[in-house]
């Protein structure tokens, strides 16, 4: 079970810092990720972790502004948002899960629920 947090309102420039914690698996083991996902439009991967936190990628409108980090101690995923801008609102969901090739293309096995990001301009 995965259970995201940390989302709000905030204005243009803002940061806010979300929070997912597992329950019920190894955590360590996965790659985790962060998905958001605007009204009308598809759901977009920004980010993935490896088990370890060695490995980071970032989708390009994010790069530069989130940051995501893990503390395998506490079971916890983060994703740090800076100079957040309107259309970085979205629900956020973090998920657990692999990379599926040597490309590290993420493949989710497990969701969260949502979180709600509003950037207000």
């Known amino acids: 079970q995965l259970q995201a947090s940390g989302g709000g309102l905030v204005q243009a420039g803002g940061s806010l810092r979300l929070s997912c914690e597992a329950s019920?698996?190894?955590?360590?083991?996965?790659?985790m990720g962060w998905f958001r996902q605007a009204p009308g439009k598809e759901r977009e991967l920004i980010g993935s972790i490896s088990g370890s936190g060695g490995t980071r990628n970032y989708a390009d409108s994010v790069k530069g502004r989130f940051t995501i980090s893990r503390d395998n101690g506490e079971n916890t995923v983060y994703l740090q948002m800076n100079s957040l801008k309107p259309e970085d609102t979205a629900a956020y969901y973090c998920?657990?899960?692999?990379?599926?090739?040597?490309?590290?293309?993420?493949?989710?096995?497990?969701w969260g629920q949502g979180t709600q990001v509003t950037v207000s301009s």
């Open positions: 019920g698996l190894t955590f360590s083991t996965y790659v």
């Open positions: 998920a657990g899960g692999y990379y599926s090739d040597p490309a590290l293309n993420f493949s989710p096995r497990y």
